[in-house]
């Protein structure tokens, strides 16, 4: 899903100080692209993630998904949006602790109408490809840190979004899983074909970007455009 920023800013209103966090942001998220923005903790990086999953709206500037300004939509209509459309994962992971791993996933899809066949047999599916398929019926607090973030991989996933980001989503895992996850990441996003957009300050992480965004002081101070389709004949 393409996502085009045209010279977004963005200021944070903190005890009537400015705190200026984004200026004259422009870029387009590529569909079906491994995204990364990298940068120093406090150049902007969260908000820009927050700026093109629509939590937050900007300042200035436009912001285009989809072929749809988000400036004309309502915040009901954005909220409703980001729900079909936008899967998140969190740096803590936010599982609900009372919920299994099966049932975590689960609940992204009780919204939705799937049946509850098609809904057993997706989450199960999800669960398999993220190598969890025998720890369904654990709790998060039985689960490694490695093996929550599969769970909220498997959780962004499920409701089938055209575009999934994460903020930081190595922050907490030792190298060794980071790396697992990331690889497990790329898997799914080239299986199932949607955007992923990353935070992270992680090489591993910016070494498996497609496009790597670089930000200092809120703004974008280069681009790479590594991948291009050709890649995926190699
Ligand atoms: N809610 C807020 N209120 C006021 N200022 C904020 C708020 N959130 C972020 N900021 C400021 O905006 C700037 C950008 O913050 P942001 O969280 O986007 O950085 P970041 O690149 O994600 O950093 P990190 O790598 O540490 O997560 C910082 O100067 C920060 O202090
Ligand atoms: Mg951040």
């Known amino acids: 899903m393409p996502v085009i920023l045209k010279e977004v800013q963005k200021t944070y209103h903190l005890d009537s100080v400015d ?49 749809q300004a988000i400036k004309d939509m309502s915040d009901d209509q954005l909220a409703d949006f980001r729900a079909r459309h936008i899967g998140f994962i969190f740096q803590n992971f936010n599982l609900l602790p009372v919920l299994t791993a099966y049932e975590n996933v689960e609940y992204a899809l009780l919204l939705s109408q799937v049946p ?11 669960l398999d490809a993220v190598g969890l398929a025998d720890k369904g019926m654990h709790r998060p607090g039985q689960l490694s840190g490695g093996q929550r973030q599969r769970v909220a991989i498997a959780r962004a996933l499920a409701p089938a979004p055209r575009l999934v980001l994460a903020d930081e989503p190595t922050a907490n895992l030792d190298s060794q ?46 681009i790479e455009r590594r991948g291009e389709p050709a890649r995926a004949l190699a």
Do not use: W, Y
């Open 19 to 67: 705190v200026p966090a984004l200026s004259d942001i422009s870029l387009e998220v590529r569909p079906d692209r491994f995204t990364v923005l990298s940068g120093p903790s406090g150049s902007g990086k969260t908000t820009l993630l927050n700026l093109i999953g629509c939590i937050d709206r900007p300042d200035a500037g436009d912001i285009v998904i989809e072929g």
């Open 177 to 222: 899983t980071g790396a697992a996850i990331v690889a497990l990441m790329r898997r799914m996003q080239q299986e199932h074909r949607v955007s992923f957009v990353f935070s992270s300050h992680d090489p591993q992480v910016l070494a498996e970007a497609d496009d790597a965004v670089f930000i200092r002081d809120g703004r974008i101070t280069s």
């Open 116 to 126: 509850a066949p098609q809904r057993k047999a997706r989450v199960r599916d999800l």
